[in-house]
């Protein structure tokens, strides 16, 4: 299976997952945001996603992406699908509609505005739910972060821990199989580890405090989904070690900074450091490219 055929498959897997949990998570578990804000979040991410693509195809001369069937449609919508109901679970508002609305704007506006220049073309490099919370939380400081007890409120006895046993196993299965992202998760869990007992040993931080998040359902989600986004993170095991200890490295940073919402403003350096990293080694490969066909034209001029 290609490389796009594996990212394919992994935002069909990734989308019907979140959108189960979504339903499950207005039902039963105990989610605190509104339908309303659900709704408005998927309607807006839709049409931001359609006129995005209509503007940046116009300026480009090239076909919708979204043009040929049904299938190619669905396929189109798929990733603002995840990230308009990414942004409802994990953004909250309140009863307010228009923070979770300009969130899911910034997130899709940022794979269109903020691209860098690769040798198969460009792409984006911020991942765009995370993008889109972060500056929400910036801009609207009494905007926050869902409850982490929202995952399972209404669970008790076993419940609370066949939930999360669950979700370790299916997207761990799902990361494997189809993302190839076990080593940045693996990188992304030891290294948060060893920040909590870094934090231990020089900060008298509790140890059990600083690994106390790993045991909520929403370290989970940030864990297989959010930071294992397969546009945004790296395709070499080397490059997945270094995304992943780099965004616990952050976070340790962000919490000795006394930082809130540390996980979520952790990956956007690191995701900004890649795509910068992306940026220069481009410019390596061009500047390397136009010397090589300068000594082709000369070595021709001489042998002429």
């Known amino acids: 299976m290609s490389a796009a055929n594996m990212r394919l498959a992994a935002l069909k ?9 979504t339903i499950l998570g207005h039902t039963v578990l105990g989610f605190e945001q509104s339908y309303a804000q659900v709704a408005a979040a998927i309607l807006v991410g839709y049409a931001t996603e359609f006129l995005f693509e209509w503007v940046d195809a116009s300026a480009r001369r090239r076909p919708l992406r979204w043009k040929g069937g049904k299938e190619e449609l669905l396929d189109f919508i798929l990733p603002a699908h995840i990230t308009a109901l990414a942004v409802a679970m994990l953004l909250y508002a309140n009863d307010r509609i228009w923070p979770v609305v300009f ?24 991942n765009p739910s995370n993008t889109g919370i972060c500056i929400a939380l910036l801009l609207f400081p009494w905007v926050g972060i869902a409850p982490p007890y929202q995952f399972t409120e209404n669970l008790s006895g076993a419940a609370d821990w066949i939930l999360p046993g669950v979700l370790v196993v299916v997207d761990s299965l799902l990361n494997a199989r189809y993302t190839r992202k076990i080593p940045l998760i693996s990188a992304w869990l030891i290294g948060f580890v060893v920040q909590a007992l870094v934090r231990n040993w020089y900060f008298d931080t509790p140890l059990l405090a600083g690994l106390a998040p790993m045991t909520g359902v929403a370290f989970l989600l940030f864990t297989f989904y959010m930071v294992t986004d397969p546009g945004t993170t790296p395709f070499s095991k080397r490059g997945q070690i270094a995304f992943g200890a780099g965004v616990a490295l952050c976070y340790g940073f962000l919490m000795i900074n006394h930082v809130v919402f540390g996980l979520f403003f952790a990956l956007l350096p690191v995701c900004v450091a890649r795509g910068t990293h992306l940026f220069y080694k481009n410019r390596r490969l061009q500047h390397t490219a136009r010397q090589r066909s300068g000594i082709e034209i000369g070595q021709g001029l001489l042998s002429d």
């Open 13 to 21: 897997r990734f989308a019907t997952a979140i959108t189960v949990l």
């Open 103 to 126: 969130a899911v704007t910034v997130a899709i506006g940022s794979k269109y505005l903020l691209r860098v220049a690769t040798p198969g073309g460009s792409k984006h490099f911020l």
